[in-house]
C-alpha cells in the first residue's frame, strides 16, 4: 500500500494522524479513569463544530453556486464575496421571534427539531472520516446508521402533526412516504456491499477498499454492480434528504414549506441544519461506501491526508447535490412513487443478484463481462419499458393539446 | 451499570405507561416510540448490538410510522366526543393481567431468568447471519415467504381499490 | 435511454456555471445601488407639479381646476382652491391651489391625472428612490414637495417636454395674437371715435 517515499516520510504520517495525535495530547492532561469518556467527548465536540461549520460554508457556496447556474451572482454583500453570509443568516435567525401556533401542540412543536438534530448528529458517530478516525467503532456500524436515519423520519412526522396547519401535516406525510419508499433502496443498495465485503463495521469496509492495483483503488465504485449500486444510492439519497429533484415534501409552489411551516427562528435554524447534516452524513456513508472512504484515488497520492481525502469526496457530493438542485426539476408525486417502486427498488434486487454473481464467480474477466452485460441490458430494457408506460414517462394532457 | 439498567427500565415503563394512559391517539403512537427505543437501549446495554439497531430500524423506524399512518389515514386526530375509554375495560383489565400472569410465569420459569455467573457470551453480527442462513434457515425462508404473500396481498387490495371508481 | 435528458441539462447547467465565471456577458444582474442602468424616457413612478420660471409658488401652471382630484382612480389628489387669482403663463387671471396634496402611498400610477389636465401642469417624475421612515406623513406630499420645474422636465422627459411647451408656445402666441388684434381693435375703434373721418377713409 505505502509505495512512495512521501508516505513513509515522518511529517506526512503525522499530518495523517495529527487529529488523533491532538486528541490523545488533550485528554492525557486527564486522570487515567477519565481518558476513554474524554477522548468521546472530545470526538463529539468535534463533530458538533466541523460539521455545522461545514454547513455553513455549504450554505453560502450552495447560493453561489445555485446563482452562478442561473447567470446570476448570488450573495456577495456580507464580508468579502459574501463569505460571512452565514453569520448574518445565524444572528438573523436566533434574533427572531419564535412563533407557536396557537394550536400547536407545544412540547411536540418543540421536540420535533431537537430529535432530528440529534438522531442526525448521531449518524456521524460510525463515519470513518480517517485513518483511525472513527468516533465508535462498532461492529454493526452499518445498521446503527440506518437505524438513526429510520428515526429521523419520526422527527418529520412530529413536526407535521404537531404544527396543527395542513400543509406542515401534507408535507409531514409526504416526506415520510418518500423517506420510507427510499430508505429500502438505500438498505439494499449499502447490503451489496455488505455482501463483497462480509462486514457491517465501516472501518473494515473502508480498509478492504484500500488497496491498489497498479495506481489505481479497489473502489467498488469501479466494480459493476458498485456503480449501479452507487447510483441506485445516490438517488435514493437525495431523496431520503428531500433533495431537488425529489423536494416535493417542501414544495414551496403547493405547499408553502412542508412540515417545517410552522417554525421560524431557530427551531427553523435547526431543521435546515439537520437537512444539511443529513446530507452530509449520507454522503459520508456513499463514501465510505462506494468511494473508498478515506482512501487516496491513487497509489501515488497516499501521502496526503487520509482526512483530506475523506472531506473532499463529501464536499465533492454535495457539489453534485448542488448541481442537480440546480438543473432538474421538481418531480410530481406519483412518478416519485413510481420511479421507487417500479424502478429503482427492482434494479436494486437485481444488483443484489449480480452482487452474488460476482461473490462467487471468482477473480477474473468472466465475471466483469457478466456482470455488465446483466446490468447495462437490464437498465436499458427497463428504462425504455418504464419510460413507455404512462405513469413513468411523458405525461399526455388530455386537454392542453 | 445497574443505575443506566433502572434509568433505561423507568423509560420503558414510563413509555409504555403513556401509551396506555394518554388520551391524544398521536401522542399514545409517540409514546410507544419511546418504549420502542428504551427497549432498544436495554438490549444496548446487554452488547446485543444487532438487535437493539434492528429494533430501532424496525420498530421506531417502521412500525411506530406505520402506526402513525394508520392513524392519520382512518381518523382524525382531534379526540371522539364520547370519551377514549373502552366500555369493556373491565374485561380488557382481565385479559392484560393474564396475559402478564402467562408471561411472567414462563420468564421465571425459565433458566435464563436465574442469574447466570459465567461470561456474557459475546454474539457478532457475524455470528448472527450464519445462524440465520445455517441453523434457522428453514424459518427463515418460511418467513420470507409469508411476507411476499402479504405484499403480493397488499398490492392486489391496493390494484382493487384503484379499479373501482373507473 | 433512461437518464440521458439529466446529463443533458447537467451539461447545459455546467456550462452555464464556468460560463459565468469567463464572459460577463452572461451575468444580467446590475448591482443596484453601485451600479444603475439610465431610466428610459417613458419610465413613470408619482405625478408632480410643473412651475415655471424660478419661483415654484408664482410660476405653478395648476389652477386648481380640479379634475385631476376628480378623475384620480384611488382618489389619491386633494386639493384646495384658492380665493383670490394669480395670472397664469399668459398673463389671465386664474385661481390656484392653496393645498395639493398626493398621497403616494395610495397612488398606482396611473397617469390618468396628466392624460386629464388641460393646462400641463402635472407630470409623470421618474424618481423612484422615495423610501421614508414615516409611512403616512413621509409619503404625502404637499405642494412644495411636488413642484419641479420646467428644466427638470425636460431632462427627464425630453421629448415630451418639448411637445408641451412648444404647444404652450403656440397657445401663447395665439393669445398673444388675439390679444394684439383686439388691442389694434381697440385702438383703431378709439382712433375712429376720435377721428370718423378718417376712418372712412383709411376703412376705404
Not at chain 1, 66 to 74: C, E, K, V
Request: glycine share 8%; charged share 15%.
Amino acid at each position: 500500500m505505502i509505495a512512495t517515499p512521501e508516505a513513509t516520510n515522518p511529517f506526512f504520517v503525522n499530518l495523517d494522524q495529527i487529529f488523533v495525535f491532538l486528541s490523545n495530547w488533550l485528554v492525557g492532561f486527564l486522570p487515567a479513569v477519565l481518558r476513554p469518556v474524554a477522548g468521546v467527548v472530545l470526538g463529539v465536540v468535534a463533530i458538533v463544530c466541523v460539521f455545522p461549520g461545514l454547513f455553513a460554508l455549504t450554505t453560502v457556496f450552495e447560493r453561489k453556486g445555485l446563482g452562478r447556474i442561473q447567470n446570476r451572482i448570488g450573495p456577495n454583500r456580507v464580508g468579502p464575496y459574501g463569505l460571512f453570509q452565514p453569520v448574518a443568516d445565524g444572528i438573523k435567525s436566533l434574533t427572531k421571534e419564535d412563533i407557536v401556533p396557537l394550536r400547536a401542540n407545544a412540547v411536540v412543536h418543540f421536540l420535533a427539531p431537537l430529535v432530528l438534530v440529534v438522531t442526525v448528529f448521531m449518524g456521524f458517530a460510525v463515519l470513518p472520516m480517517g485513518r483511525n478516525m472513527v468516533l465508535v467503532d462498532m461492529d454493526a456500524g452499518l445498521l446503527f446508521f440506518f437505524a438513526m436515519g429510520a428515526a429521523t423520519e419520526l422527527s418529520v412526522f412530529m413536526a407535521g402533526w404537531s404544527s396543527r396547519n395542513k400543509y406542515s401535516l401534507l408535507g409531514a406525510m409526504r416526506a415520510v412516504a418518500q423517506m420510507i419508499s427510499y430508505e429500502v433502496v438505500l438498505l439494499l443498495s449499502s447490503v451489496a456491499v455488505v455482501m463483497i465485503t462480509g462486514s457491517l463495521s465501516l472501518p473494515k469496509i473502508v480498509a478492504a477498499q484500500n488497496q491498489y492495483t497498479g495506481v489505481f483503488p479497489h473502489w467498488y465504485i469501479f466494480t459493476p454492480w458498485g456503480l449501479a449500486g452507487f447510483l441506485m444510492y445516490a438517488i435514493a439519497a437525495t431523496a431520503e434528504t428531500n433533495r431537488s429533484p425529489f423536494d416535493l415534501p417542501e414544495g414551496e409552489s403547493e405547499l408553502v414549506a412542508g412540515y417545517h411551516t410552522e417554525y421560524s427562528g431557530f427551531k427553523f435554524a435547526l431543521f435546515f441544519l439537520g437537512e444539511y447534516l443529513a446530507m452530509f452524513s449520507i454522503s459520508g456513508l456513499g463514501t465510505t461506501l462506494f468511494l473508498g472512504g478515506w482512501s487516496a484515488p491513487f497509489s501515488f497520492l497516499v501521502w496526503v491526508p487520509s482526512w483530506f481525502w475523506f472531506f473532499g469526496k463529501v464536499m465533492l457530493s454535495i457539489f453534485v447535490f448542488i448541481w442537480m438542485r440546480g438543473t432538474l426539476p421538481r418531480l410530481r408525486q406519483d412518478q416519485l412513487m413510481n420511479f421507487a417502486w417500479k424502478f429503482v427498488l427492482p434494479f436494486t434486487l437485481l444488483n443484489l443478484l449480480v452482487t452474488a454473481l460476482w461473490r462467487f464467480m471468482g477473480e477474473g474477466w468472466a465475471r466483469w463481462m457478466v456482470c455488465t452485460v446483466i446490468l447495462v441490458a437490464a437498465y436499458v430494457v427497463m428504462g425504455r419499458v418504464e419510460m413507455r408506460s404512462e405513469h413513468f414517462g411523458r405525461r399526455s394532457y388530455r386537454y392542453a393539446e | 451499570m445497574n443505575a443506566v439498567f433502572y434509568i433505561l427500565a423507568a423509560l420503558t415503563l414510563a413509555g409504555g405507561l403513556a401509551t396506555v394512559l394518554l388520551k391524544q391517539l398521536v401522542h399514545c403512537a409517540l409514546a410507544v416510540t419511546v418504549a420502542f427505543a428504551g427497549l432498544a437501549l436495554l438490549f444496548l446495554q446487554l452488547d446485543a448490538q444487532f438487535a437493539g439497531f434492528a429494533q430501532i430500524l424496525v420498530y421506531i423506524g417502521a412500525v411506530a410510522i406505520l402506526i402513525v399512518f394508520a392513524i392519520l389515514l382512518t381518523r382524525g386526530s382531534e379526540l371522539p366526543k364520547d370519551g377514549v375509554f373502552s366500555k369493556t375495560w373491565f374485561l380488557g383489565l382481565v385479559i392484560a393481567a393474564a396475559v402478564f400472569a402467562v408471561l411472567g410465569w414462563a420468564v421465571l420459569a425459565s433458566v435464563s431468568a436465574v442469574p447466570q455467573q459465567n461470561a456474557v457470551p459475546s454474539v457478532t453480527v457475524r455470528d448472527i447471519g450464519i445462524a440465520l442462513v445455517g441453523r434457522y434457515v428453514l424459518p427463515l425462508e418460511i418467513v420470507a415467504l409469508l411476507l411476499t404473500a402479504a405484499t403480493i396481498g397488499a398490492v392486489i387490495v391496493a390494484m382493487h381499490e384503484k379499479e373501482r371508481p373507473r | 435511454m433512461l437518464g440521458d435528458g439529466i446529463l443533458k441539462g447537467m451539461a447545459e447547467t455546467a456550462r452555464n456555471f464556468f460560463g459565468s465565471f469567463v464572459s460577463d456577458e452572461r451575468l444580467t444582474t446590475v448591482e443596484y445601488p453601485e451600479q444603475r442602468i439610465p431610466t428610459v424616457e417613458a419610465a413613470r413612478v408619482f405625478p408632480f407639479l410643473v412651475y415655471d420660471g424660478a419661483n415654484w409658488e408664482a410660476g405653478m401652471r395648476c389652477v386648481a381646476c380640479q379634475i385631476c382630484e376628480k378623475e384620480c382612480p384611488p382618489k389619491c389628489i386633494y386639493i384646495e382652491k384658492s380665493a383670490d387669482k394669480k395670472p397664469d403663463f399668459v398673463g389671465k387671471q386664474q385661481f390656484y391651489p392653496t393645498r395639493f396634496d398626493i398621497d403616494v402611498s395610495v397612488c398606482m400610477s396611473c397617469q390618468i391625472c396628466v392624460e386629464v389636465c388641460p393646462f400641463e401642469a402635472i407630470k409623470m417624475d421618474t424618481q423612484f428612490e422615495l423610501a421614508t421612515e414615516d409611512r403616512f406623513g413621509g409619503l404625502l406630499y404637499d405642494r412644495k414637495e411636488l413642484s419641479r420645474s420646467n428644466e427638470y422636465y425636460h431632462s427627464i422627459h425630453p421629448t415630451e417636454a418639448g411637445e408641451v411647451d412648444a404647444r404652450l408656445a403656440e397657445e401663447k402666441a395665439k393669445v398673444e395674437a388675439r390679444a394684439k388684434a383686439a388691442a389694434e381693435a381697440a385702438a383703431a375703434k378709439a382712433a375712429a371715435a376720435a377721428n370718423p373721418t378718417q376712418l372712412a377713409g383709411g376703412g376705404s
